[in-house]
């Protein structure tokens, strides 16, 4: 399926120079002068490779269709995760580094979606949005307006999001897990 250049979003898998690329981050870019594009950061899948391309909106790119199965986390091993199938209840190992960043949201039994190109794992997606625990946030500072300040906190699995000054260390909050940012509060 093509898609054009700027509804491009992390987490797709991409064709690209006849390789499988997923997008790692997006930045939207208008310049004064020119047409707006998108500036990706993609990791290929197969070799692990890393590039930026700019994809102009008249551009397109082929978004690659693969077999999703459903998994559970179930522990970490050395440098490599371990899932096992919610069907068949068989466990494949897979190397930390294909979920990246996304990975410090793990937590035990977890459900996961792994997406599989010819049979064979090539990226494990997380839910979109997780609950976590502040452990560490800065004390709000005096005179700081509370629409649009934001303060540094630290989540129990050690990953720092910005929050709004209200949230104290031990709230459970909302938090988007490829963008990294506060979501909200768990009510």
């Keep these: 399926m093509k898609i054009s250049g700027v509804d ?11 390789g499988i690329w997923k997008v790692a981050k997006i ?5 004064g002068k020119g047409g707006a594009y998108m500036q990706v950061e993609m990791k290929n899948l197969i ?13 397109t790119v082929e978004k690659v269709r693969l077999d999703t199965k459903d998994f559970q986390y179930l522990y970490a091993e050395d440098e490599a995760l371990v899932f096992m199938d919610k069907d068949t209840f068989e466990q494949i190992t897979l190397p930390t580094d294909l979920l990246g960043d996304a990975a410090a949201f793990l937590e035990d039994g977890m459900d ?14 997380l839910p979109e949005q997780v609950e976590a625990t502040i452990v560490e946030a800065d004390a709000v500072v005096k005179g700081q307006t509370a629409s649009s300040s ?15 000054p209200h949230i104290e260390s031990g709230t459970r909050i909302v938090v988007d897990v490829y963008e990294r940012t506060y979501v909200g509060k768990v009510s």
Excluded: C, W
């Design 112 to 125: 996961v979606t792994l997406e599989l190109h010819d049979e064979k794992p090539i990226s494990v997606a």
């Design 27 to 31: 930045q939207h870019t208008q310049p």
């Design 150 to 164: 934001y303060k540094p906190a630290v989540l129990e699995n050690g990953v720092r999001v910005m929050v709004p």
């Design 8 to 18: 491009i979003r992390p987490g797709n898998i991409l064709e690209y120079e006849k």
């Design 47 to 59: 070799d692990g490779r890393k590039t930026n391309v700019r994809f102009r909106s008249a551009d």
